[in-house]
């Protein structure tokens, strides 16, 4: 930590400084001191792990001057860290090109929480700190090189790759146990024993396990693991009755979600003083700038590019609700004539016995109940087959579990595509309103 931090305010290099919660000559001891007071309160070691962070960030050559690169560099370790963590800002100018050096602490200055690394941070990073420039006007990296042609290590490489979640790693380890040919569920929980799981047998015959160095154990669920992952899909498995189920990606931070500018004229005639109104100037400025790096990262060089891009995305929801939409029916009616063929069976008996007696009224008035629940079932049944032979119950309960699991599926891509849609809507909409185009021309895009 030290080294580093020297480095950084080597007066040779040094152009300038700013902190946040600190003294970068005192840094060290400061950010240990944090560290020491979370180890006191918590309980927790602080050890394990990195001791800090560093954010390295450079500017064009003549673009910026040294004062000016660190208050960019400020802004976006203060945005970064949303005010939660000590940290410094050192400028070089020992090169051709201004860069930053930033440097922040790994636990939290109220020992509240710490800083763990996560997939996708930096291209998180990397889009805070474009946005950053266009909104104080800078160039940005158009199309960044995703790797350095082996010269250098990317940061995955560096430190290790992140191990899987335990939901992962789960996942993993049912994988391998089936692909080993169990005969049966319990040969199955052996096989997951083996691995190193401890298996968990709770009320109501739930089923978890618990990896070594875990301390809640995971659940084997469709709803925690992922479709396919559900005891009576395994069985299923087992039994050769459908095939593995798929591995699902590990989730990655969501971009942060574009908001329409507001009408501040509009606003300040409605009541709202000075205050809001230098408030909603910022905002404005960093929703179109938000709009700017859209445009820049989906490659829209013109107004025509923008307009067929929202409106096919705004048809890929529809299409994605319409798909949802026939899904829910299909279970909703598989439900219902699973639930009207049990009736069915259990009130037939009683309809051959009313047909034997010749349709006695005394029998009638004795079984009047099953009698109409049988009519209403054998309705519902015709209504919903239309001519069609009844399907075996066996059968009937595979096709909900298949359409549950297409409706699964179905969700998850209709959730991004929406959110999709609305991010290209509130962009064109922005756009609509910097080019001055207000010509009653209304987005008619319906939300679920």
Known sequence: ??????????????????SYLCDPNTAPAEFLLVKSQYLAETGRAVSRGALFFQIRQAFLPGEVTAEEANRIGYETAMRWTKGKYQFFVCTHTDKAHIHNHIYFNATAFDRSRKFHNFIGSSFALRRLSDRVCIEHELSVIQNPCQHSKGRFLHYGQWIGEKPPSAKQRVRLAVLAALEKKPTDFADFLRLMEESGFAVKHGQGGVISFLAPGQEKPTRLRASTLGVGFDPEDIKAVIAGER???????????PPRRVNLIIDIQERMAQGKGPAYERWAKVYNLKQMAAALQYLQEHHLTDYAALTASTEAAVDHFHKLSDELRTTEEAISKTSELMAATVDYAKTRPVFDGYKAARYSKKYLAQHEAELATYRAAKDTMNTILNGAKLPKIEALKKSRRELAGQK?????????????????????????????????RENKAQER
């Open 408 to 440: 699964k599926a179905l969700y998850a891509e209709y959730r991004e595509a929406q959110r999709q849609m609305r991010e290209a809507v509130a962009i064109k909409a922005n756009i609509d309103h910097l080019l001055g185009i207000t010509d009653e």
């Open 1 to 18: 930590m030290e080294d580093r931090f020297t480095y950084g305010l080597n007066p040779e290099k040094l152009g300038a400084v700013s």
């Open 243 to 253: 095939p593995l189920p798929e591995l699902p990606e590990e989730p990655t931070v």
